[in-house]
């Protein structure tokens, strides 16, 4: 999940398998038919990758596509810069709150990353392409 023009996208919408909770290993035999990879030619300034566990709260399957009422919170917690140690109490707090414990009983993890965009130079064309 990265973010877009209009709201936060997703690189690829999550394959279940068969089975729901279904788990893909780059160490099974045919792990190539299963492996997706999305290149993104445009300059992101806030991912997330999620485990299954969190699929419900964070995606809306009716709609395919993301909740980006999950999302938006989250991301502006990282980007206020509070201390890590404060930052990772509170994520800690709301992933073992009883709200979101009450629709997983799944994994739960999830990486978030963002950047100061105001730092990073803009994504120029190739001149020889």
Same mark, same amino acid.
């Given at each position: 999940?990265?973010?877009?023009? !209009?709201?936060?996208?997703?690189?690829?919408?999550?394959?279940?398998?068969?089975?729901?909770?279904? /788990?893909?290993?780059? /160490?099974?035999?045919?792990?190539?038919?299963?492996?997706?990879?999305?290149?993104? !030619?445009?300059?992101?300034?806030?991912?997330?990758?999620?485990?299954?566990?969190?699929?419900?709260?964070?995606?809306?399957?009716?709609?395919?596509?993301?909740?980006? @009422?999950?999302?938006?919170?989250?991301?502006?917690?990282? @980007?206020?810069?509070p201390s890590e140690e404060t930052l990772r109490a509170s994520l800690l707090e709301f992933m073992d709150s009883k709200r979101v414990n009450? @629709?997983?009983?799944?994994?739960?993890?999830?990486?978030? !990353?963002?950047?100061? /965009?105001?730092?990073?130079?803009?994504?120029?064309?190739?001149? /020889?392409?």
């Open positions: 999940m990265f973010d877009g023009e !209009a709201g936060y996208e997703l690189a690829f919408w999550p394959d279940n398998g068969e089975y729901a909770n279904t /788990t893909r290993f780059l /160490t099974d035999d045919d792990y190539r038919r299963h492996l997706r990879i999305d290149i993104v !030619a445009r300059q992101v300034s806030e991912l997330a990758v999620l485990t299954d566990g969190l699929q419900m709260l964070a995606l809306d399957f009716a709609m395919t596509r993301v909740h980006d @009422r999950f999302f938006a919170p989250l991301f502006k917690a990282v @980007r206020s810069g009450e @629709r997983t009983d799944d994994d739960k993890t999830l990486l978030l !990353a963002t950047r100061n /965009t105001s730092d990073v130079a803009p994504i120029l064309p190739d001149p /020889t392409a």
